[in-house]
């Protein structure tokens, strides 16, 4: 690195000041620094069409977690001397723009995997290299270099949790101490003509205040994510003892996770410096649980799921997906808003919905019950249109988790025991017989008996006017009858499966439109069978 240079440091995830290699690069032997973040239109600009507040991409809860994690951010810049200069517009323009206007010699931002971020950063490196500018962009949003795992396994991604675990091994950074700290950054150079402001609001990006009754409870930024940390880390016992999938997705008031993910999502917390933690706690105490189950397990679940999707072309999508099941999902949007605006009429499901809608997280067991319950459990609509809406409002929305969960839980790849079902009724009364997670986020529920509180629909005319609560007028019926629902996805999954095996995987939309023909066929006679029956009846 040239001294008397200035750097730029670019922040896109990686909102942090500890365990950040690009920021610390950026700092050293530079007399300037320059800490950019842009407010990219395309991610923050507000969409009157979309279903919720927010812009056409992320839910108003994400936005305003990403911008208290820049305001924190900020002050947490300001402490160390420097600041965070804040610019609007297209990324890659904004940056070349700076490139031009600054004496910088270096360009130093975190290495992203996301197909969004691979594309703007082939842009600005190209400007930056023709410019005899340095480029250092560290992998550190991640425990391992996805490159590397798929490099080791001979140039495809590992696709189970096990042989991503045996090729991975003890990361290679593990074994000399993280820096976690700074104790002072270079000035700020002369910013020139470059529009800079500060961390805007809510309201200066353009939206209204709003109406909510119910925010997220969750705040950004790294302080909050190191204190979160810390609480976590403090209780040793539950620390060593975590077990996932275990653990109650109604807990709402103190929830049942550590509640990490978004923090890790915008890299207000390194999953290195978690890792690290969690290795140091576990040499501690006696026994503790294990990957896939454990808390440093979760962690490796996280990578597994980055390298699979950095290795996979299309993995957003059905079709073009090398790792994914093609199934001929049907088209019904009717279901499929019926499920986003919490109106199935299943309680159990709405409320969930509820919480992603007002509080933008939920338990990983919550999500589990609502995307099978969308796509193979019960209304047999397309995982893509789940992951839209979970891509949305969720504050933890990461591409690779999000995508890879979908894929997951739709049995569309990963995983492919279709036959196992989420009960939309007896599923969430196994955690909470009494409904108390119902009636916080369904008030209108709230006065109806414990016994008819999972399956409203069955409550005698008496009782739910006794409830104040009218099934069909205050709270819809149920959408479909589970039963009977379930049985006609596990009859089409196996169907598609068959399809699937037959042609290896090669399945073109010519043979989807013929299967999703077929099984309309098949099920004609039986829905005339029973309103035959019901006639009869």
Known sequence: MSSGSGSLMWFRKGLRIHDNPALEYASKGSNFLYPVFVIDPHYMKPDPEAFSPGSSKAGLNRIQFLLESLRDLDLNLKRLGSRL???????????IRCLKEWDVKNLCFEYDTEPYYQALDVKVKSYATTAGIEIYSPVSHTLFNPADIIRKNGGKPPLSYQSFLKLAGEPSWASSPLSITLSSLPPVGNIGNCNISEVPTVKELGYEETQQDELSPFRGGETEALKRLRESIENKEWVAKFEKPKGDPSAFLKPATTVLSPYLKFGCLSSRYFYICLKDLYKNVKTHTVPPVSLAGQLLWRDFFYTVAFGTPSFDRMRGNKICKQIPWNDDDELLVAWREARTGFPW????MTQLRKWGWMHHLARHSVACFLTRGDLFVHWEKGRDVFERLLIDSDWAINNGNW???SCSSFFYQYNR????????KKYDPNGDYIRHFLPVLKGMPKEYIYEPWTAPLSIQNKAKCIIGRDYPKPVVAHDSASKDCRRRMAEAYALNQKMSGMVSAEDLRNLRRKLEEDQKPEVENKRQRKLIG
């Not at 200069?85 to 940056?95: A, D, N, Q, R, T």
């Not at 499901?349 to 969930?352: H, K, L, N, S, T």
């Not at 079902?421 to 969430?428: L, Q, T, W």
């Open 421 to 428: 079902i989420y009960s939309p009724i007896s599923f969430g």
């Open 407 to 409: 894929l997951w839980l």
């Open 349 to 352: 499901i709405d409320a969930i």
């Open 85 to 95: 200069l804040v610019l609007k517009g297209e990324p890659s323009e904004v940056l």
